[in-house]
């Protein structure tokens, strides 16, 4: 009888993942640029029948009667992202993780993420690796894209809202994009958070204050990047921002309607947020929904009419395949929200996997020498 085959994966630990350049942020940002340009086209799955699916979570009860069940706690959950990329990345994949506010007093990072690629006919592991790193270039390299296409040239100052690991990733990769940025302006709950990503805007060769003040903190503001935990509700007034201002969120959100309704509003991915909507009617308590995804605020003024609907909008990919739909002129404020899809950690992921081959780097596991059958 034939031999089957061995089946054998790549582990890539944390050391191995920066060794194979998962801090390059102008690298993850070029990454996440062509994955904009494959999800206009459609070349790309994400979870559920509508191909859309953010991801599947498991929803902890408030309380239950078996001792060692999790019960719901500040950002507790485990959420499993899936998805396919096409192009060059051809790709198949899932990232999985585990979130809980109490990881912070273990000295653990509120998230512990993991990706595994898988070969898109067989399914078989390809490489499964720490993706804590992942996640966050490429959560901040969303925005560096963003940047790229919709900030007015010339811009000086940026306000970051919300300092953690995040926004300090948005900061590192927007910075890698607007070359004329000389002075970013930290503004957190916490005063040692913002000090954080001050020290850290100086060590990349700029001015920074820390500024308590929310309303001072965006009013000189050219840019603004916003991932703020849901800790306490970020509440600002649309007045507050300067003309020509681009506001990049990548976190939850609550201005005044004018920031929504005066200011031209650039999705990630029109599809994404069509089907956060078809999964807030299907969950059956709309409102309830809307309340907890980074978009609930301008679906609620879609559905009253207020905004344009969904299929009429722009997502950044439609920016850069068309070459229309982004920056008019240098007064028009521009908002960009990023809420998060697997295929962006596919991508990078997928780059670095084929960066860690190139250069030998991680450890080769074999899942079997051949499959057993009984
Ligand atoms: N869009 C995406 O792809 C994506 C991916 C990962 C995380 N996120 C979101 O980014 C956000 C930040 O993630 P993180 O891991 O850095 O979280 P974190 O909890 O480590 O840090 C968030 C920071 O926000 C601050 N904060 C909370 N509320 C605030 C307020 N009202 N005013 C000022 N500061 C406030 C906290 O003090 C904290 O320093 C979260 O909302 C998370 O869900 C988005």
């Known amino acids: 009888m034939e031999k089957k085959p061995k089946t054998e994966f790549l582990y890539l630990s944390e050391p191995d993942m920066i060794a194979a350049g998962v801090l390059d942020a102008h690298e993850c940002v070029n990454v996440c640029e062509e994955v904009f340009s494959l999800l206009n086209a459609g070349d790309y799955l994400m979870g559920g029948p509508n191909h859309n699916s953010h991801g599947l979570g498991i929803v902890f009860p408030k309380e239950t009667k078996f001792p060692n069940m999790p019960v719901s706690g500040p950002d507790r959950r485990f959420v499993a992202m899936p998805g396919y990329l096409g192009g ?4 198949c994949g899932v990232k999985w ?4 506010q109490a990881n912070i007093q273990k000295g653990l990072p509120r998230s512990v993420l993991t990706v595994l690629l898988n070969n898109k006919d067989t399914g078989e592991p390809l490489c499964l690796m720490s993706a804590n790193l992942v996640s966050s270039a490429r959560t901040g390299a969303v925005p560096g894209v963003a940047a790229r296409y919709l900030v007015r040239k010339g811009s000086k100052t940026l306000a970051v809202l919300g300092c953690g690991p995040i926004n300090k990733a948005c900061v590192k990769a927007i910075l890698t994009q607007i070359d004329t940025i000389e002075h970013v302006v930290c503004y957190d709950l916490f005063e040692k958070a913002a000090q954080s990503v001050a020290d850290f805007a100086v060590a990349h060769g700029k001015t920074a204050t820390v500024e308590p003040d929310l309303e001072k903190a965006v ?3 050219d840019v603004v ?18 003309e020509g201002c681009t506001v990049l969120t990548s976190g939850p959100i609550h201005p005044d309607e004018d920031f929504w309704l005066k200011n031209k509003i650039v999705y990630d991915n029109i599809g994404l947020h069509e089907a956060y909507v078809e999964e807030a009617v299907a969950s059956g308590d709309k409102d309830e929904y809307y309340s907890g995804v980074i978009g609930g605020p301008i679906y609620r003024l879609i559905d009253s009419g207020r905004l344009p609907a969904l299929q009429d909008s722009i997502d950044l990919g439609g920016i850069i395949n068309s070459g229309t739909g982004g920056r008019t002129n240098d007064t028009e404020k521009i908002t960009f929200v990023a809420c998060g899809m697997s295929v962006f950690d596919l991508g990078w992921a997928y780059q670095l996997y084929q960066n860690a081959l190139s250069k030998n780097i991680g450890t080769q596991l074999a899942l079997w020498d051949e499959p057993y059958v009984e």
């Open 225 to 242: 990047t916003i991932a703020a935990s849901r800790i306490k509700p970020l509440v600002f007034k649309d007045e507050w921002l300067k």
């Open 219 to 221: 009013r000189d503001a």
């Open 88 to 91: 060059r990345f051809d790709v």
């Open 97 to 100: 993780y585990g979130s809980n």
